[in-house]
Structure formats: structure tokens, C-alpha cells
């Protein structure tokens, strides 16, 4: 699949197979096959991700808020293979539902110290 990155790739919404919005796509992640082509291995989404292609002051203030968020920093971007991207046109679409992914630790972390001490947050939709 050839694809012009900064147009069909970044920034776009990344969705499940099920139609949910999984996250967008903050970047990407590159690897070299054997004869030393480069090649798209995966999407990166998340702040940690976002912060590193933006960089300067700005990039660093979203990584520094992304890490505290989180018991392990750096907090590290999510990663999708590109095996699991089904298509691409206003948004990606995956092969999978977003619970196969990991989940953004930004995300996770809320979750675990805000949203889960709502009262009833056990009985929502997720």
C-alpha cells in the first residue's frame, strides 16, 4: 500500500472495526527489511507521540503532561501495526475493536484515579 504520510496518514482518526473512534494517528513509527528499504511498521497515537513530532516547547509541555499522568514515565505512544489497518480514506480503519489495543496510558491512568471513583461510572457505556 503506497501512501503520501503527511496527507493520508497524519492527524487522521483512527477507527475500529466496530465504527468506534480509537484514538488519531500522532505519528509514525518506521523499520528497515532486510534489503535496507524503509518501511511503515505502525501508527503512533497518544500525547507522548504528538509531543515528539510537534517538539520545541510546546512538544515537551505535552510529553511533561502526558508523563504525569502516569505511574511509569516516559509515557510511551500507542502502537498499531499497519497489518491491522483494513483501509484508509477520511479516517484509518482497523481490523480489529479498540479493546485488542493497548490502552493509551494517559487514558488508563485517568480511568483508574478519576473516572472509576464516579458513583454508577461501573453501570456507563464504554
Aim: glycine fraction near 10%; hydrophobic fraction near 40%.
Amino acid at each position: 500500500m503506497r501512501v503520501q504520510l503527511g496527507r493520508q496518514l497524519l492527524d487522521r482518526q483512527i477507527v475500529d472495526s466496530a465504527g468506534r473512534l480509537v484514538g488519531k494517528v500522532d505519528d509514525v513509527g518506521f523499520a528497515v527489511d532486510d534489503d535496507g528499504y524503509p518501511y511503515v511498521a505502525c501508527l503512533l497515537s497518544g500525547q507522548g507521540a504528538l509531543g515528539q513530532r510537534i517538539g520545541g516547547w510546546t512538544g515537551r509541555l505535552l510529553v511533561a503532561v502526558a508523563d504525569r499522568f502516569t505511574e511509569n514515565p516516559p509515557t510511551p505512544p500507542v502502537r498499531i501495526p499497519i497489518a491491522l489497518v483494513a483501509r484508509m480514506d477520511s479516517a484509518v480503519w482497523l481490523r480489529c475493536r479498540a479493546e485488542e489495543l493497548p490502552r493509551p496510558p494517559v487514558e488508563a491512568w485517568l480511568r483508574r484515579h478519576l473516572i472509576d471513583r464516579i458513583p454508577g461510572a461501573d453501570r456507563a457505556s464504554g
